[in-house]
């Protein structure tokens, strides 16, 4: 018992760490064929925007999502940020409201006393309510996917359910849209002494009895690659519930470590890829790269509108990304992809950040930016409507692989590892 506390509590302060400095996007992609997106026109509640939407499992949601890691209220005792809830009402209104969200997703100062779990969800309940009686009824319906947390403590199907209620009575809703495991079960604390015991098909079992017994509409898991999704969608299959999603770190730069071979093996079970970590941290929206936009000619505009904080070792990671160090990265690092890309946007009069965007929609995964203001949400928006040609897509991916390597994450934050309470947790997609 006392060791499955001190876990807790190295757990919960790790995860602090990571939602106090994330700043998570994600992309999502349509197939690269000649099929056009569904574009419709908008009802009376926000007559300047078209849709461009796709399906997760029975929802209907744009083809670019919201990600909330990042998340925090201003106010220590009540939930509430108003540029939050702009971004939330401008969502809405532009029929983009579909926010990807998880239990453990809280206020940063609540978090970092040990508090503050469901508290994202709250929140965007919340600013999503308010949207619609302002606004009335959205051509889109607003879509809100959260995730369960696979930890040591949670052995039992029982387990996910109570989860499940708990996150229900969060958003405040009859039925979860879209209800996630977050990840594999990697959190084995008693490993090193020979004792790992996976409980992954028990949670499935958890999602399972959630979807039968009607608190959720759609279930999805997240990391899961090729031989996990399967394995999962088989099991589900058993107890008759269809797998809709698996969420993936994927972009133009992270096609690598069973990212491609996951979402072409989900688009053969009809399993909806939703993307995370979809600029690279950054990288894909020329943030790192100011010195080859200057020389380009291009002003502000064409560079990304995010201002997340990182911490010194992410900014180191970053610029070597961007710039290279002649040793792990060659030097000019992304510099001809980033050169690629700019080519493209200036062709299309779009912004780094949305082709960025658009190549992962137009590979037929979802994109899930994440996104802290208004500036940013319109940003995001403007990669819908349209799709990159598939010659475009091409030459992406042909100055993608010429550069030799991909992204792999920076400083703490990594697409193939987890922190956790004792250390790190290695997984690939496989």
């Not at 779990?117 to 929140?123: N, V, W």
């Not at 409980?199 to 899961?224: F, M, P, S, T």
């Not at 137009?362 to 203001?373: E, F, N, W």
């Not at 992406?396 to 792999?408: P, V, Y």
Request: hydrophobic share 35%.
């Amino acid at each position: 018992m006392q060791f499955s506390i001190l876990s807790f509590l190295l757990l919960s302060s790790l995860l602090i760490l990571e939602q106090s400095t994330a700043y998570v996007l994600s992309n999502k992609a349509a197939s690269t064929s000649s099929v056009s997106p569904t574009i419709t026109k908008k009802s009376a509640y926000a007559p300047r925007r078209t849709t461009d939407t796709t399906k997760i499992g029975t929802l209907e949601v744009p083809n670019v999502g919201i990600g909330t890691i990042s998340w925090s209220s201003d106010d220590f005792f009540n939930l509430e940020n108003k540029e939050l809830e702009r971004v939330v009402s401008k969502a809405y209104a532009s029929n983009c409201a579909f926010a990807d969200t998880a239990e453990r997703y809280g206020s940063h100062m609540k978090t970092a006393l040990g508090m503050g779990y469901g508290d994202t969800e709250k929140m965007t309940s919340k600013f999503l309510n308010r949207a619609e009686e302002a606004q009335g009824p959205s051509r889109v319906k607003p879509v809100i996917a959260t995730k369960f947390t696979p930890i040591p403590w949670r052995t039992t199907a029982q387990s996910v359910v109570d989860a499940c209620e708990q996150s229900r009575k969060n958003l405040g809703v009859e039925q979860i849209d879209l209800y996630q495991i977050h990840m594999p079960d990697i959190v084995q604390p008693l490993r090193f002494l020979g004792k790992d015991f996976a409980k992954d098909e028990i949670y499935w079992d958890g999602l399972a009895e959630c979807y039968h017994r009607g608190l959720v509409k759609n279930v999805g898991v997240c990391n899961y690659g090729p031989t996990l999704v399967e394995k999962c969608q088989q099991h589900l299959a058993k107890r008759g519930v269809p797998l809709a999603s698996n969420q993936i770190a994927y972009s133009l730069l992270g096609r690598h470590d069973g990212a491609q071979e996951t979402l072409d093996k989900c688009k053969q079970l009809g399993i909806k890829t939703l993307a995370y970590y979809p600029f690279a941290m950054g990288l894909l929206t020329g943030k790192y790269s100011k010195e080859l936009l200057a020389s380009e000619g291009c002003d502000d505009k064409e560079m990304s509108l995010m201002n997340a904080q990182k911490t010194s070792l992410e900014l180191k990671d970053l610029n070597k990304y961007a710039n290279g160090d002649g040793l792990d990265i060659p030097d000019g690092g992304i510099n001809p992809l980033i050169t690629t890309m700019l080519t493209i946007a200036k062709r299309r009069g779009k912004t780094l950040s949305q082709v960025a965007l658009n190549y992962i929609i137009s590979k037929g995964a979802i994109p899930i930016p994440g996104c802290r203001t208004v500036a940013q949400l319109e940003e995001n928006i403007g990669a819908l409507g349209w799709r990159l040609s598939a010659t475009e897509v091409k030459m992406l991916e042909l100055e993608a692989d010429k550069l030799g390597f991909g992204f792999d994450g920076a400083g703490f934050k990594r697409t193939s590892e987890k922190f956790v309470g004792y250390g790190v947790e290695k997984f690939r997609l496989e």
